[in-house]
């Protein structure tokens, strides 16, 4: 076989050479030697196997005629046969893109075609690769190998059909190197095949099969539409059915993994039951016994094992069907089958990804729309053309036929589109009224709620039944809008059938909109209206921020084609407004006053807010679709930050923990923008504090919602009757409150920041700034109630006193530059503060952690106590000695606190890494560290600290410092927060003295604090 393929080349080439020579041009005579006569050396040197000399003659030819054809394609040939096929492929490559005469066009094909086969057969074992990434490799250039033959066989076939020749023999030897080179491409494909079938998962298999599906599909549209006559497009229909049939291994192997995957599930069935006792008398009922779950759940398996392999048998038999359709010459009967193949396949895999089917059915059903009115536009263009020969009437009817199939096809997704809902309605249905939840549930599970308050839970409940019954609305809804776009699809059938050109605007709409509102139906109604704020504030941030109208406009267009769109507002609405009926209902209905009253207040606070939500976006759409000036600008950005807020005023509503997280994040990134503009100057000055006062106008938003938020929390907390549930409760929203404070410290930080601005005090300004960062990411923390354990607590801790350090370290150096401020003082002895209360919290986890480790177990042998050490519990007395490290950190963090009250923050530099220290150690303990190890560490440092510095101060040090032993005083950081000061503004007081004698006349005195 490979020697038949040898032969077959070195006849073609021949053939080729002879044709050359007969069309290059005779020049004119010279003493130089012509493009003719090189070419014609070069062809004998060819012919006698003189390689070398034949490169020489075609290269010399190709300096003086660079762009001939021709002689690229004689020199290639040279390069294929010492096998440089590299350096041959390029050269074959760039003469097929000079557009060659045809003459040698097919040859071009055909010997490109062959340096493809021996450059994947060179393809052999690599130690840098795996042998399937090789394999992959040779199928690639196989693949473009059979590619060139087919190009060869057309290219032969139009000129024998031109000259009137017989089409028997055109293209001969394209026909056998492209029977030659498939089966190396299927014997590499099977050893692919092969590697891969031994790790092959079921799912993998199917989205191989998926795949293969998809991308034949487009193929056989494209042979059917352009192959010339029947005898072509039969051709290109073999060779489809050749690669389908490659796949024919793969599927067979999919269903003998499905059918044993069955048969093992049925074993173990079987087994579970041979092996439960059997008790006379009144058995236990099934719920009773413990295999009860694990042969539910094996039934479970079970029914899924038979849905797959039922569906894989399916798929085994359109496999046959289409690849019966491409042998009978059938093409419209096996796209029609490929389709089918192609749903199928897409809903196996959604059903084993849990996935969503009626979505990929959805972007089917868009997809072949949109194909059927590409497929009319062609059919009307081509019927515009005149002088209209038999090829092109069929053309024309070609691309009638197809966009029929399209169109039945878009009709058949419509209607396992209405199943799928269908199915979701009865399912909703049937559920009983207690456990009914809707897919749009309430918030998430991570909300903060307060439990003790009754109404809120029943609140809850009753918004899951309100929501439960506008998903079946919403299908109620969907259904008809699909029953509308059913009735267009068929008209726009029968419209085809009669050969005239349907309009598909409506379809396309109408299924663009059933799309739209089925994926929002899916979406829980808080998640829609968080989502939709999030997406109004970016453009309403760029807008506040952005002084070009060139670039505000981009934004708008840009927000036109990804903001909003009516579709999911017209949702949102739908929804609102049926949660609002099924209030009033449950109101009318309701026998208890109280909740009857509640309800209708909430009724009427949902109407309301649905009236001004709808009026926002109506303004909001009118300033969005106008072009931007100046004026319109404004007037954008207003009705953008007006929508906005009557958006989070209804998610309050509905999810008021999930609004305020909303706002949370919206105020963090609002900061970091400002953050990211610092270093302060005098050039930024300007856009900094614009960026400021947007960031402030949020945290002012945000402190007034978190006011509202806890005033409405201790109102229902004060209503209720149970004193220990009041007290239970009271604790932690304590706790959250802080939230609230921290906004507000966050909010005067930023007046300050902004005063000092105005006063080119840059460096304090800056550390206001960054401080406020610290404070917004507190308060979120506050608000969720976080940290919730004492090691979380301490390693927070251990972070912020980090960054204070840091803080520490530039305030120092900020007052030195710009002078005192007291507020700024203020700040950054509360952020210690913040931390003695997280460090707090911590200490009281760890306290109560020692305490349950202490309690007595009945019946519990020592061995058994969890507080053993060992055990993979903490040893209660490393938490002991954790909490004792907590005590001595807070103790240095107040001392810390003071000091810098008073703006001595170079005082605290070393209390800050005593804190760190104190924590690190608290955190190695609980992590059961030796300690004992790390205290002599520490003495170790401490010993050669001393002694590093007594070396470096000598004797005169040590008589400076008193001498040794108990008369030694104490040293500055030794003594309280007030002997401290007290001492500071003595030593202070000698520096002024010293400084002013050693000042130069008419130099300024300056005052530097002492660097302890």
């Known amino acids: 076989m490979k020697q038949m393929h040898r032969t077959h080349q070195t006849i073609w080439v021949k053939l080729g050479i002879f044709m050359l020579l007969l069309m290059l041009p005779t020049p004119a005579f010279t003493a130089e030697k012509s493009v003719k006569e090189l070419a014609t050396l070069g062809n004998e040197a060819f012919d006698r196997g003189d390689f070398n000399k034949a490169d020489s003659f075609y290269s010399e030819a190709l300096e003086k005629e660079p762009e001939e054809t021709a002689l690229m394609y004689n020199k290639a040939n040279v390069l294929h046969k010492i096998e440089k096929y590299d350096e041959a492929l390029t050269l074959y490559q760039e003469a097929l893109q000079k557009r060659p005469p045809r003459k040698i066009l097919g040859s071009l094909y055909f010997n490109t075609g062959n340096t493809y086969r021996e450059i994947a057969l060179q393809k052999k074992e690599d130690e840098t690769k795996k042998p399937i990434d090789i394999l992959k490799e040779r199928l690639v250039f196989l693949d473009r190998a059979l590619d060139m033959y087919r190009k060869a066989l057309e290219s032969e076939r139009e000129i024998s059909i031109a000259e009137g020749n017989s089409l028997e023999k055109a293209g001969l030897f394209a026909r056998q190197n492209w029977a030659l080179t498939r089966e190396v491409w299927a014997a590499t494909l099977?050893?692919?095949?092969?590697?891969?079938?031994?790790?092959?998962?079921?799912?993998?298999?199917?989205?191989?099969?998926?795949?293969?599906?998809?991308?034949?599909?487009?193929?056989?549209?494209?042979?059917?539409?352009?192959?010339?006559?029947?005898?072509?497009?039969?051709?290109n229909l073999?060779?489809?059915?050749?690669?389908?049939?490659?796949?024919?291994?793969?599927?067979?192997?999919?269903?003998?993994?499905?059918?044993?995957?069955?048969?093992?599930?049925?074993?173990?069935?079987?087994?579970?039951?041979?092996?439960?006792?059997?008790?006379?008398?009144?058995?236990?009922?099934?719920?009773?016994?413990?295999?009860?779950?694990?042969?539910?759940?094996?039934?479970?398996?079970?029914?899924?094992?038979?849905?797959?392999?039922?569906?894989?048998e399916q798929a085994a038999a359109l496999d046959e069907w289409i690849l019966d359709g491409l042998n009978r010459g059938t093409p419209l009967e096996a796209w029609q089958n490929i389709t089918e193949m192609i749903g199928?396949?897409?809903?196996?895999?959604?059903?084993?990804?849990?996935?969503?089917?009626?979505?990929?059915?959805?972007?089917?059903?868009?997809?072949?729309?949109?194909?059927?009115?590409?497929?009319?536009?062609?059919?009307?263009?081509?019927?515009?053309?005149?002088?209209?020969?038999?090829?092109?009437?069929?053309?024309?009817?070609?691309?009638?036929?197809?966009?029929k199939s399209k169109n039945m096809a878009a009709g058949d997704a419509l209607t396992k589109i209405n199943f799928y809902l269908t199915q979701m309605q009865e399912a909703l249905r049937e559920e009983p009224e207690e456990t009914k939840k809707s897919t749009a549930s309430l918030g998430n599970d991570e909300e903060t709620v307060l439990p003790s308050e009754q109404d809120i839970v029943d609140l809850e409940k009753i918004f899951q039944k309100a929501f439960a019954e506008v998903v079946l609305l919403c299908i109620d809804e969907l259904l008809s809008k699909n029953k509308q776009l059913?009735?267009?699809?068929?008209?726009?059938?029968?419209?085809?059938?009669?050969?005239?050109?349907?309009?598909?605007?409506?379809?396309?709409?109408?299924?663009?909109?059933?799309?739209?509102?089925?994926?929002?139906?899916?979406?829980?109604?808080?998640?829609?209206?968080?989502?939709?704020?999030?997406?109004?504030?970016?453009?309403?941030?760029?807008?506040?921020?952005?002084?070009?109208?060139?670039?505000?406009?981009?934004?708008?267009?840009?927000?036109?084609?990804?903001?909003p769109g009516a579709n999911q507002m017209e949702m949102i609405l739908f929804q609102l407004k049926?949660?609002?009926?099924?209030?009033?209902?449950?109101?009318?209905?309701?026998?208890?006053?109280?909740?009857?009253?509640?309800?209708?207040?909430?009724?009427?606070?949902?109407?309301?807010?649905?009236?001004?939500?709808?009026?926002?976006?109506?303004?909001?759409?009118?300033?969005?679709?106008?072009?931007?000036?100046?004026?319109?600008?404004?007037?954008?950005?207003?009705?953008?930050?007006?929508?906005?807020?009557?958006?989070?005023?209804?998610?309050?509503?509905?999810?008021?923990?999930?609004?305020?997280?909303?706002?949370?994040?919206?105020?963090?990134?609002?900061?970091?923008?400002?953050?990211?503009?610092?270093?302060?100057?005098?050039?930024?000055?300007?856009?900094?504090?614009?960026?400021?006062?947007?960031?402030?106008?949020?945290?002012?938003?945000?402190?007034?919602?978190?006011?509202?938020?806890?005033?409405?929390?201790?109102?229902?907390?004060?209503?209720?009757?149970?004193?220990?549930?009041?007290?239970?409760?009271?604790?932690?929203?304590?706790?959250?409150?802080?939230?609230?404070?921290?906004?507000?410290?966050?909010?005067?930080q930023g007046k300050v920041g902004s005063s000092l601005m105005q006063e080119n005090r840059f460096q304090l300004t800056e550390l206001l700034f960054k401080e406020m960062g610290g404070c917004i990411d507190k308060a979120q923390l506050a608000f969720q109630d976080q940290p919730d354990e004492g090691e979380k607590a301490l390693h927070l801790a251990l972070s912020l006193q980090k960054k204070?350090?840091?803080?520490?370290?530039?305030?120092?150096?900020?007052?030195?530059?710009?002078?005192?401020?007291?507020?700024?003082?203020?700040?950054?002895?509360?952020?210690?503060?913040?931390?003695?209360?997280?460090?707090?919290?911590?200490?009281?986890?760890?306290?109560?952690?020692?305490g349950m480790a202490e309690i007595p177990t009945h019946g519990q042998s020592p061995q058994a106590n969890p507080a053993q050490p060992g055990s993979g519990q903490i040893?209660?007395?490393?938490?002991?000695?954790?909490?004792?490290?907590?005590?001595a950190a807070q103790e240095q963090i107040q001392i810390s606190s003071s000091f810098m009250a008073v703006g001595e923050f170079h005082n605290t530099f070393e209390k800050h890494q005593e804190i760190i220290?104190?924590?690190?150690?608290?955190?190695?303990?609980?992590?059961?560290?030796?300690?004992?190890?790390?205290?002599?560490?520490?003495?170790?440092?401490?010993?050669?600290?001393?002694?590093?510095?007594?070396?470096?101060?000598?004797?005169?040090?040590?008589?400076?410092?008193?001498?040794?032993?108990?008369?030694?005083?104490?040293?500055?950081?030794?003594?309280?927060?007030?002997?401290?000061?007290?001492?500071?503004?003595?030593?202070?007081?000698?520096?002024?003295?010293?400084?002013?004698?050693?000042?130069?006349?008419?130099?300024?005195?300056?005052?530097?604090?002492?660097?302890?």
């Open 578 to 748: 049926n949660i609002q009926t099924f209030l009033e209902k449950k109101g009318d209905a309701s026998s208890q006053n109280d909740q009857k009253g509640g309800l209708q207040v909430l009724t009427i606070n949902i109407s309301k807010q649905t009236t001004r939500v709808s009026t926002a976006w109506k303004n909001y759409e009118s300033a969005r679709s106008k072009d931007i000036s100046r004026q319109n600008s404004v007037e954008l950005a207003a009705a953008a930050h007006l929508f906005r807020r009557e958006l989070l005023n209804t998610l309050l509503i509905f999810s008021p923990d999930l609004a305020l997280s909303i706002s949370f994040e919206r105020s963090k990134n609002l900061h970091k923008n400002l953050t990211e503009l610092l270093p302060l100057n005098t050039d930024n000055s300007d856009i900094v504090l614009k960026t400021y006062k947007l960031d402030l106008k949020q945290a002012q938003s945000l402190q007034k919602l978190l006011n509202q938020y806890f005033s409405d929390l201790e109102k229902s907390l004060a209503s209720q009757d149970n004193k220990e549930q009041q007290e239970a409760y009271s604790a932690p929203l304590n706790r959250r409150k802080k939230a609230a404070s921290l906004m507000q410290r966050f909010v005067e």
């Open 190 to 235: 099977e050893n692919i095949r092969e590697i891969e079938r031994k790790n092959l998962k079921l799912e993998d298999g199917i989205a191989e099969l998926l795949q293969t599906q998809v991308s034949l599909l487009p193929q056989l549209e494209k042979a059917y539409l352009n192959s010339i006559d029947n005898d072509i497009l039969n051709f």
């Open 238 to 312: 073999k060779i489809m059915a050749e690669y389908q049939r490659d796949y024919r291994e793969d599927i067979l192997a999919l269903k003998n993994m499905a059918a044993k995957e069955e048969e093992k599930i049925q074993t173990e069935i079987d087994n579970l039951k041979a092996n439960q006792p059997q008790q006379p008398g009144s058995p236990s009922p099934p719920s009773q016994h413990p295999d009860t779950a694990n042969d539910t759940e094996l039934q479970n398996q079970l029914q899924t094992a038979v849905k797959l392999r039922d569906a894989v």
């Open 875 to 887: 040893d209660p007395a490393q938490l002991k000695k954790a909490i004792e490290k907590v005590d």
């Open 804 to 850: 204070l350090e840091a803080q520490s370290r530039f305030a120092n150096e900020a007052l030195t530059v710009n002078g005192n401020a007291k507020q700024v003082n203020g700040f950054l002895a509360a952020s210690q503060e913040d931390i003695n209360e997280i460090a707090q919290r911590g200490k009281e986890a760890l306290e109560q952690t020692v």
């Open 486 to 563: 059913s009735e267009k699809i068929s008209n726009a059938n029968t419209a085809i059938e009669a050969e005239t050109i349907p309009s598909f605007e409506e379809q396309n709409v109408k299924a663009a909109q059933s799309f739209a509102w089925y994926k929002h139906m899916q979406t829980p109604l808080d998640q829609s209206l968080a989502s939709l704020i999030k997406n109004v504030d970016m453009l309403a941030d760029r807008l506040d921020s952005s002084d070009n109208l060139k670039d505000i406009n981009l934004q708008r267009e840009a927000h036109l084609r990804q903001g």
């Open 917 to 1012: 220290a104190l924590l690190q150690e608290a955190l190695d303990l609980l992590k059961n560290k030796d300690e004992e190890k790390g205290d002599e560490k520490n003495e170790d440092k401490q010993e050669d600290g001393e002694q590093e510095k007594q070396e470096q101060n000598g004797e005169q040090g040590q008589n400076d410092q008193g001498g040794q032993g108990e008369n030694k005083p104490q040293k500055p950081l030794e003594l309280t927060a007030s002997e401290a000061r007290e001492l500071l503004e003595q030593l202070n007081q000698q520096d002024e003295k010293q400084q002013e004698v050693k000042a130069a006349p008419g130099g300024k005195s300056f005052n530097t604090p002492r660097p302890w």
């Open 344 to 403: 199928l396949l897409q809903d196996l895999s959604s059903f084993l990804k849990n996935a969503d089917p009626a979505l990929s059915t959805y972007f089917s059903l868009l997809s072949e729309l949109g194909s059927t009115e590409l497929l009319l536009q062609q059919a009307a263009q081509l019927s515009e053309i005149k002088g209209k020969t038999g090829q092109s009437q069929i053309a024309i009817q070609k691309r009638f036929n197809l966009a």
